[in-house]
């Protein structure tokens, strides 16, 4: 079992930034694909971004340019930089891994865009 706990979230306004964490309980280097997703009120959960094990990025069009994924192997955790919000960017964030052919999801952590 992967325990991921996200935090980071809140509220910010048009055009401010954000920065997610994800804390994992298993060494995130042996992780094969971390990611990031979100769900909106009434909308399915959809990918935000992805890395994989070897450092390739994949973003959703929607936030290419503006979002960033890292990892940060000093802290075991997946990070979100979120630049530019829009309030289309409001939603529950939720960190994914791939660790050893499982998916495991963490608890969410809100984001909510407004003035």
């Known amino acids: 079992q992967v325990q991921l706990v996200e935090s980071g979230g809140g509220l910010v306004q048009p055009g401010g930034s954000l920065r997610l964490s994800c804390a994992a309980s298993?060494?995130?280097?042996?992780?094969?694909?971390m990611g990031w997703y979100r769900q909106a009120p009434g909308l399915q959960r959809e990918l935000v971004a992805t890395?994989?094990?070897?450092?390739?990025?994949n973003y959703a069009e929607a936030v290419k340019g503006r979002f960033t994924i890292s990892r940060d192997f000093a802290k075991n955790t997946v990070e979100l930089q979120m630049n530019s919000l829009k309030p289309e960017d409001t939603a529950v964030y939720y960190c994914?891994?791939?660790?050893?052919?499982?998916?495991?999801w963490g608890q969410g952590t809100q984001v909510t865009v407004s003035s």
């Open positions: 994914n891994v791939n660790f050893l052919a499982r998916l495991y």
């Open positions: 890395i994989t094990g070897g450092g390739t990025t």
């Open positions: 298993e060494n995130i280097f042996s992780m094969n694909h």
